[in-house]
């Protein structure tokens, strides 16, 4: 049996062809041009200001190495947590012109 099929919820079934389903745990990656990313600012501990990018759509490692890709292009640190990219300090306008030269469609939200 294997791990999936330990975490099912059925846990006996007389159906003698019984198949349990298989869950995509992987969510695909759409093309940069049909997604929308959102930055916004938000303050964070000690009224530090921080970029956030949200409403990537796809898996968490083309998320971790978006997140490390502006990090390095707007020159600060940050972090991907919880599907979201949180970059220190208000780098919007970098972060937009990076993201559509990758072909993402951008929005600011918020002030």
């Known amino acids: 049996m294997s791990k999936k099929?330990?975490?099912s919820p059925i846990v006996y079934s007389t159906d003698p062809d019984y198949k349990p389903e298989q869950e995509n745990d992987q969510q695909e990656t759409?093309?940069?041009a049909q997604q929308t990313l959102y930055l916004s600012l938000e303050r964070h501990g000690g009224g530090k200001v921080a970029t956030v990018i949200n409403n990537f759509i796809g898996p968490d490692d083309g998320l971790t190495a978006l997140?490390?890709?502006l990090k390095t292009k707007?020159?600060?640190g940050g972090s991907v947590k919880g599907?979201?990219?949180i970059i220190q300090g208000d780098n919007?306008?970098?972060a937009i012109t990076y993201?559509?030269?990758l072909g993402y469609k951008t929005k600011k939200k918020g002030g």
């Open 5 to 7: 099929e330990k975490n």
């Open 30 to 32: 759409l093309p940069p």
């Open 67 to 69: 997140g490390k890709q």
């Open 74 to 76: 707007c020159g600060v």
């Open 83 to 85: 599907g979201v990219i």
């Open 92 to 94: 919007r306008d970098k």
């Open 99 to 101: 993201l559509q030269s």
